[in-house]
């Protein structure tokens, strides 16, 4: 199996696990970087040792940026600086998977279930914000 295909399975195989600010990991939850740390570190994409944020990840991975989302793809939410703070996985060009919902309070079982925090699938557009795609694959298609 190729490397996007596996980490497509990965990031699909961690659907409706919990939310968890600064989470990295399946036990505990994931929050949005921990979660994309996890998909490419399964592929060896990033180094198994590093703390990125979803900033962090994007510096790292700045040259691979792309002007259109595409399967396997990172999406990364920008604020008003444009500095990334947010970032998903492509599933296709429509719709991305990623840990969300939660926040920095965001820390137990309970609070991801009362904040409705948890990796789901949902359609890219729905930021309403700035958006900057990398492939990580860009040069295994």
């Known amino acids: 199996m190729n490397k996007l295909k596996w980490a497509m399975q990965t990031a699909l195989a961690a659907q409706f696990q919990k939310y968890r600010f600064g989470g990295d990991d399946p036990l505990e939850g994931y929050?949005?970087?921990g979660f994309i740390i996890e998909i490419l570190q399964s592929v060896g994409k990033?180094?198994?040792k590093g703390d990125w944020t979803a900033a962090g990840l994007y510096h790292q991975l700045a040259d691979l940026e792309v002007p259109a989302p595409k399967e396997g793809?990172?999406?990364f939410v920008c604020g008003l600086n444009t500095e990334p703070y947010h970032v998903e996985f492509c599933l296709d060009e429509e719709h991305s998977i990623g840990?969300?919902?939660g926040d920095s309070?965001?820390?137990d079982f309970q609070a991801a279930v009362k904040q409705n925090?948890?990796?789901k699938i949902r359609p890219i557009?729905?930021?309403n914000a700035p958006l900057r795609f990398v492939d990580p694959f860009k040069f295994e298609r």
Do not use: E, I, M, N
């Open 117 to 119: 925090a948890y990796v």
């Open 46 to 48: 990033l180094p198994l």
């Open 31 to 33: 929050d949005c970087s």
């Open 105 to 107: 309070t965001t820390v």
């Open 99 to 101: 840990a969300s919902g």
């Open 125 to 127: 557009r729905r930021f």
């Open 73 to 75: 793809c990172l999406v």
